[in-house]
């Protein structure tokens, strides 16, 4: 009676467990969706809090507060957005899992946004508009104020819609739109701006092309080598030799003007030495990791693997020190003109500023990252190891090149670019070697050419929302700084 009775009591007892099971699964079905944004909420509330114990409540504490929570929603969509760039490739070729991805990203991120990140920015974008055309301090903060907001809120845009845009773009779009509406047409630089234009077309073809130029050597000196591991031997040294003098080069050029201003010839000297280190380091490495290798494309992943991890860790570093300053520059003009009633072309970066923004950034990669980065690693077209590499060195020359040539890139279009350069020299290399697998076949054995181009190696539905964004970026950006000055000056 009594082993009948403790029975009935534990099966009421699993019944009552599976009940509280079951909720507990319901409530994390329901909570998941709405962590993230409570976290970002909490972070943001926090910025707030920490604008007004810093900076205090005299001279107008208030807008200072306000803009340093609009600057963490900043920072938080450039981490969602921007940082996929360095990590999507490396995720995609499955030399880095999401986790490792972000965690190294964000370490990266903050490293180069503190250490580096630029101690005076720009109060005016770029020399995008004409400082003597806006004269009172008041109109000034709320035109900085409009210019924050409307860029945070484009960037978000891009984001919900898995289209990854240039965080720079966006600043220099909603100051053109505030600066318009607060001075008018003539106040907007548009040679500056006509050269901002022109590099939405030479930033992602440029970095295209580079990279494609390197999927082709590399398919060419070793993947389509009879003896693939000895070619990988001779090869794969001098390709990270030319991976680390070209980051050494674009650090010392981008990522190291808060400690030292180096001169681009200066840089490539840099680069140089750090290449033959990294060339003398990595042959024997290579002849190590290659012992016992199969002769098959499959192997020589492997050799590619710590390179691209290192590669990616780098261009997250030197994005740090570079792009902080879209979320902050504008917060740290309005800390400047709150606090001494004037404003200049140039301020320099409080530490509780440049925190915010180091630390919302890898906030906003933490919690919507992942969207972004599975996006380009892997929806574009498909990479591995090889490409992905080819990808990141493209994005570290390419800035050089422009560096050289003066011209105003930006590193999302860049890396982007050199995704769909990739993907569409592996289309043109299978077109030629379709030609040719054709031409030796019996007629009834031959792919239609129509099946042929059916098989896309990028996707075109990707490709258009991506370009379309891009070109939309500005313009979006001006309008809705535009009218959010129009408003911020009427009713507050």
Not at 223 to 233: L, T
Not at 294 to 297: D, G, I, V
Not at 449 to 472: D, G, N, P, Y
């Given at each position: 009676m009594s082993d009948t009775l403790s029975k009935k009591r534990w099966q009421a007892l699993d019944s009552d467990l599976n009940r509280i099971s079951r909720v507990e699964t319901a409530n994390s079905h329901i909570v998941r969706p709405i962590l993230a944004p409570g976290i970002a909420l909490a972070f943001i509330a926090l910025a707030g809090l920490s604008a007004a114990v810093f900076f205090g409540q005299a001279n107008g504490g208030l807008i200072v507060v306000a803009a340093a929570v609009f600057g963490a929603y900043m920072a938080i969509n450039i981490g969602a957005n921007d940082v996929a760039n360095n990590m999507g490739p490396a995720v995609g070729a499955n030399a880095l899992t999401m986790g490792g991805a972000i965690v190294i990203a964000a370490i990266a991120e903050s490293a180069g946004a503190l250490l580096a990140g630029g101690d005076v920015v720009s109060t005016i974008s770029k020399g995008i508009i004409d400082p003597a055309s806006v004269q009172d301090s008041s109109v000034f903060i709320w035109a900085m104020m409009s210019a924050l907001i409307s860029s945070a809120m484009w960037v978000n845009i891009a984001t919900w819609f898995g289209a990854p845009v240039s965080t720079t773009h966006s600043v220099v779009g909603g100051v053109v739109g505030a600066g318009i509406a607060?001075?008018?047409?003539?106040?907007v630089s548009w040679g500056t701006m006509s050269a901002i234009a022109a590099s939405w077309v030479i930033s992602p073809v440029l970095g295209g092309v580079i990279a494609a130029?390197?999927?082709?050597?590399?398919?060419?000196?070793i993947?389509?080598?009879?003896?693939?591991?000895?070619?990988?031997?001779r090869w794969v040294p001098i390709l990270v030799a030319v991976m680390a003098g070209a980051f050494a080069t674009y650090l010392s050029v981008k990522g190291l003007k808060r400690i030292v201003k180096i001169d681009l010839e200066v840089a490539l000297m840099i680069g140089l030495a750090f290449g033959v280190l990294a060339w003398s380091v990595t042959v024997p490495w290579v002849r190590r990791k290659s012992e016992g290798l199969?002769?098959?494309?499959k192997s020589l992943k492997t050799l590619f693997g710590l390179p691209l991890i290192i590669s990616a860790t780098f261009l997250s570093f030197a994005h740090g020190a570079n792009d902080v300053a879209n979320a902050v520059g504008p917060l740290a003009a309005i800390v400047h003109a709150a606090e001494f009633g004037d404003f200049a072309s140039k301020v320099s970066i409080p530490t509780w500023v440049m925190v915010i923004g180091a630390f919302?950034?890898?906030?906003?990669?933490?919690?919507?990252?992942?969207?972004?980065?599975?996006?380009?690693?892997?929806?574009?077209?498909?990479?591995?190891?090889?490409?992905?590499?080819?990808?990141?060195?493209?994005?570290?020359?390419?800035?050089?090149?422009?560096?050289?040539?003066?011209?105003?890139?930006s590193s999302t279009h860049i890396a982007v670019g050199a995704v769909f350069g990739v993907g569409f020299y592996r289309e043109w290399h299978s077109d030629q070697r379709w030609k040719q697998s054709n031409r030796q076949r019996p007629p009834e054995q031959r792919l239609a050419?129509?099946?042929?181009?059916?098989?896309?190696?990028?996707?075109?539905?990707?490709?258009?929302?991506?370009?379309?964004?891009?070109?939309?970026?500005?313009?979006a950006a001006a309008a809705m700084s535009a009218a959010i000055f129009v408003f911020l000056t009427a009713f507050v």
């Open positions: 607060a001075a008018g047409l003539s106040a130029m390197f999927l082709a050597l590399i398919n060419a000196k993947q389509y080598q009879d003896d693939k591991i000895a070619a990988a031997r199969e002769n098959r494309t919302g950034i890898s906030f906003g990669l933490f919690l919507f990252g992942p969207k972004l980065i599975k996006m380009v690693g892997s929806q574009i077209t498909k990479l591995n190891p090889m490409r992905a590499f080819c990808v990141a060195l493209s994005a570290a020359i390419t800035v050089i090149v422009a560096s050289w040539l003066g011209l105003p890139v050419r129509e099946e042929h181009q059916r098989r896309k190696l990028v996707r075109r539905s990707h490709f258009m929302t991506i370009v379309a964004a891009w070109v939309v970026t500005v313009p």
